[in-house]
């Protein structure tokens, strides 16, 4: 019902965990937590399910941030007509994780996501964590979990990550445009590569999340034909 979460113990220096089965009864779970020393428990609540919601808001659990979940069909995949200006589009390896890393170090200072609205997390760690993520996901790459980048007179400029969540979706798991880079309709073009990676793969659907106070990348989504279709909201809890 509870899953430790290696990662993130290593990252913040407590013993930390997700829990799974958020129906499953609260006052079990946090016994669950204690029996194993859990001093940081997280965990992903519907928005439509109000009652479960503020169950956890009875326990003690803090609202960190709200994910909203798109997906997009790949029968029509739009044309990149960018294609022949001075960016360059590639799949990457793991030899641009160097790369990959410093685009997030700048992209995600002071992010809006759950680590950063914690009072409890060092917020250089915070930014950290996203850039450790990135640079596993560019180590990790592979047929299943494609790296795309966009450079600039061979210098990388931004990064795409994917992975399949389900033998018909891939997941957009992470990207990033550098500050100096963004606004000029790079974001949209790593989009459109990622749709026709995932069709090429044989995948019928792509997937992406975000905070749902990022307005700015989720016109960009609508404007390509995804759709929101779920949410969830984020809790912390330190015990």
């Not at 113990?9 to 016994?31: K, P």
């Not at 640079?135 to 966009?150: G, Q, T, Y």
């Not at 990388?156 to 399949?164: D, G, K, W, Y």
């Not at 033998?167 to 790079?186: D, F, I, R």
Request: charged residues 20%; neutral net charge; glycine residues 4%.
């Amino acid at each position: 019902m509870i899953e430790l979460n290696p990662l993130e113990s290593a990252r913040f220096g407590v013993i930390s965990a997700h829990i799974r089965d958020t129906r499953a009864e609260l006052h079990e779970l946090l016994a669950l937590a204690a029996a194993q020393n859990v001093q940081f428990l997280t965990a992903r609540v519907s928005v439509s399910d109000m009652r479960l919601v503020h169950r956890y808001e009875s326990e003690g659990f803090r609202l960190m941030d709200t994910i909203v979940h798109y997906h997009r069909g790949l029968q029509e995949i739009p044309l990149d007509h960018a294609a022949m200006d001075s960016i360059v589009i590639r799949e990457g390896s793991r030899s641009d994780a160097r790369a990959v890393a410093g685009i997030a170090k700048s992209a995600f200072f002071n992010y809006i996501g759950r680590y950063h609205s914690d009072p409890n997390i060092d917020r250089n760690l915070a930014d950290e964590a996203y850039v450790e993520w990135a640079k596993r996901a560019a180590i990790n790459c592979s047929r299943r979990a494609p790296l795309i980048l966009a450079e600039v007179n061979l210098d990388v400029i931004a990064f795409l990550t994917l992975r399949a969540s389900s033998s018909s979706t891939m997941e957009v798991e992470l990207n990033a445009v550098k500050p100096t880079a963004q606004g000029q309709g790079v974001y949209r073009r790593l989009l459109l590569a990622a749709l026709a990676k995932s069709s090429a793969l044989g995948f019928s659907s792509v997937s992406i999340a975000t905070q749902i106070q990022n307005y700015p990348v989720q016109r960009i989504w609508t404007c390509l034909g995804f759709e929101h279709f779920r949410s969830f909201y984020t809790f912390h809890k330190w015990l």
